[in-house]
């Protein structure tokens, strides 16, 4: 019997190529009148070009986001917001730029109007990330959560086909542990399934033409799906293990993401038939491992830890910290288990559970 609980976010989403020219109104919309721009240094054009667009109604510009949010770079961007007396920022970027806009609106009142340019999907969850002495802290809260998301294709289409795979592949992820994760409910498990549907349909396409608006389009609705998933319910096995693996390893995030996801999920599958049958469902494949590993394989991301620079004398330590901490996951979390997992990923096999 149906039993749940579901607290919606409350977000606005304008969706739409070419919805950026909205900026200046949305902006409007949220009552603010001096609007701090950030960006990572790579995307400092970008940002400079929204400042232009914003004219009056820009306070500055800091282009100093970088992956996980170091505090010396959160404590220098609230300053700057402080200085400028800025009342509303405005993230243009992945992730990480994302998560800077979230260190600034945790320590004030400042709403966030987010542009995201990658698949990561942060801009839809109420999850925040500092790093501080080599380690990563996580948490919730409200108040993180931007206001308004303007979701436009065009500007996906400068991210290199590679980026969006992996991207890509890290979005699907979210999408695939909300199917079965502790909090699972009928609407997110129906907003998961079409948001792997989107992506597995639109990623091909993006990487054989990255500038084709259609697929860029399918790609990013697919995002923003799996940035609802992720924001709505806890996640599981797999994240844990990309948490684990590139906070000690520093591996990279979105390519990790793309390694880890078919072998996860083959662990995981014996105990949440349901979910695999629905993400299978939604590749257009028999299995929902085997259709995970032939994506990624077909995008071109790396299948294997080894090839992100993993050594095999690091898969004992990874295994080991992966269940010092116990977590939720369908299938219990043993420390054989974890080990074989990680075995099949280093050497990136066609998962065979
Ligand atoms: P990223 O934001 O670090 O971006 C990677 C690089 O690509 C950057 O140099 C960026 O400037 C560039 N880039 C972004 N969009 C581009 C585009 N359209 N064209 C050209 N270059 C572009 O990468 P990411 O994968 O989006 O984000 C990763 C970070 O986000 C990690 O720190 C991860 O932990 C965090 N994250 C947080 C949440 C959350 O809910 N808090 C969710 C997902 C990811």
Redesign the pocket.
Same mark, same amino acid.
């Given at each position: 019997m149906l039993a749940f609980q579901y607290d919606m976010l409350p977000s606005r989403v304008v969706f739409g190529a070419g919805c950026l020219d909205k900026l200046p109104e949305e902006i409007e919309r949220l009552g603010a009148t001096r609007a701090l721009v950030l960006?990572? /240094?790579?995307?400092h054009k970008?940002a400079q070009q929204l400042v232009d667009r914003l004219g009056t109604r820009a306070a500055g510009l800091f282009d100093q986001? =970088? $992956?996980? =949010?170091p505090i010396e770079i959160a404590r220098q961007a609230r300053e700057h917001a402080k200085a400028l007396g800025a009342d509303c920022c405005v993230s243009i970027?992945?992730? !990480?730029?994302?998560?800077l806009a979230?260190a600034i609106a945790l320590v004030s009142p400042l709403p966030i109007l987010a542009i /995201?340019?990658?698949?990561?999907?942060?801009? $839809?969850? /109420? #999850?925040?990330?500092i790093t501080e002495g080599g380690l990563?802290k996580?948490g919730r809260d409200p108040r993180?959560l931007p206001k308004t998301v303007l979701y436009d294709p065009a500007?996906? #289409?400068? $991210? /290199?086909p590679m980026? !969006?795979a !992996? !991207?890509g592949m890290?979005s699907i992820a %979210?999408c695939v542990e909300a199917l079965y994760s502790k909090d699972a409910n009928p609407i997110v498990s129906m907003i998961a399934e079409e948001g792997i549907r989107a992506l597995a349909a639109g990623l091909p396409m993006v990487v054989k033409e990255p500038a084709n608006l259609e697929a860029r389009s399918e790609a990013l609705y697919g995002a923003w799906l799996s940035?609802v998933s992720?924001?709505a319910v806890g996640m599981a096995l797999h994240h844990k293990l990309c %948490?684990t693996l590139?906070g000690i390893f520093n591996l990279p %995030?979105?390519e990790t993401h793309a390694v880890i996801l078919p072998h996860a999920t083959a662990y995981t599958a014996p105990a949440a038939p349901e979910a695999m049958s629905r993400i299978a469902r939604a590749l257009g494949a028999p299995c929902a491992a085997h259709g995970l590993y032939d994506l990624a394989a077909s995008l071109g991301t790396p299948l294997s830890l080894a090839a992100l620079g993993l050594k095999a004398t690091d898969l004992d330590k990874a295994a080991d910290i992966a269940v010092q901490s116990p977590y939720y996951n369908p299938r219990p979390i043993t420390r054989d288990g974890i080990r074989a997992v990680l075995e099949d990923a280093f050497e990136g096999r066609r998962p065979n559970r």
């Open positions: 960006s990572t /240094p790579e995307q970008e986001a =970088v $992956m996980h =949010v970027g992945g992730g !990480s730029t994302t998560g979230k /995201p340019t990658t698949y990561a999907g942060s801009e $839809m969850t /109420p #999850i925040w990330g990563k996580t993180v500007l996906t #289409i400068s $991210m /290199p980026l !969006s !992996s !991207s890290n %979210h940035g992720l924001g %948490h590139g %995030h979105a």
